[in-house]
């Protein structure tokens, strides 16, 4: 089964900041890598699908890329909403993994 | 507007069974993928279960295979996770998730039951 690392585990910043998560694959996962965020009592709320692709409907300052095995998460300009847990989840060989999350937390 | 709401968490015994149901509405059910994800307590999120459209193609994590099983009735649009021989591990939010026909992504949650395991 495929194994995804993601990092950090933990991150704390400002508001107006940019901050950056990985999540690395094991092998190639034909770029079937998604991006959610996590708020305690919701649901998760998918905002990156495919890699790179935007949801419709979430603000630009959100953004992903990479390919293969290597793949990274972006927001910019950090805004007060935006403090929550962020997983990655990839898709291969009929299953779904997520990553470990990443807790961002304000400064 | 697409609604799944689940149930049939509870507190149960290490060793016990239960079964979840996951009630859809507001889509055509019988089109889509679904999956159970779940939550332990003050952990992150992880994939327990997949049920194909047509319930021919079914898929576990690791951790769960050979005590649970996914199915669905499609003409009652409800998808279901049977669970058996559970382990205090086990004890989380466990999510019901429509998986998009666009790609390989989860484009829809309930809010989740949960599975206390426990003596």
């Known amino acids: 089964d495929i194994q995804m690392t993601q990092s950090p585990s933990s991150l704390s910043a400002s508001v107006g900041d940019s901050v950056t998560i990985t999540c690395q694959a094991s092998?190639?996962?034909?770029?079937?890598l998604n991006w959610y965020q996590h708020k305690p009592g919701e649901a998760p709320k998918l905002l990156i699908y495919d890699a790179s692709i935007l949801k419709a409907g979430v603000p630009s300052r959100f953004s992903g890329s990479g390919s293969g095995t290597d793949f990274s998460f972006t927001i910019s300009s950090l805004q007060p909403e935006d403090f929550a847990t962020y997983y990655c989840?990839?898709?291969?060989?009929?299953?779904?993994?997520f990553g470990q999350g990443t807790k961002l937390e304000i400064k | 507007e697409v609604q799944l709401v689940e149930s049939g968490g509870d507190l149960v015994q290490p060793g016990g069974s239960l079964r979840l149901s996951c009630a859809a509405s507001?889509?055509?059910?019988?089109?889509?993928?679904m999956n159970w994800v779940r939550q332990a307590p003050g952990k992150g999120l992880v994939w327990v279960s997949r049920i194909s459209s047509d319930e021919t193609t079914l898929s576990y994590a690791d951790s769960v295979r050979g005590r649970f099983t996914i199915s669905r009735d499609n003409a009652k649009n409800t998808v279901y996770l049977q669970m058996n021989s559970l382990r205090g591990e086990d004890t989380a939010v466990y999510f019901c998730?429509?998986?998009?026909?666009?790609?390989?992504?989860?484009?829809?949650w309930g809010q989740g039951t949960l599975v206390t395991v426990s003596s």
């Open positions: 092998h190639d996962i034909n770029n079937y």
């Open positions: 998730v429509r998986e998009s026909t666009a790609s390989y992504f989860f484009d829809n």
């Open positions: 989840l990839q898709y291969d060989s009929l299953m779904f993994t």
């Open positions: 507001g889509f055509t059910f019988s089109s889509y993928w």
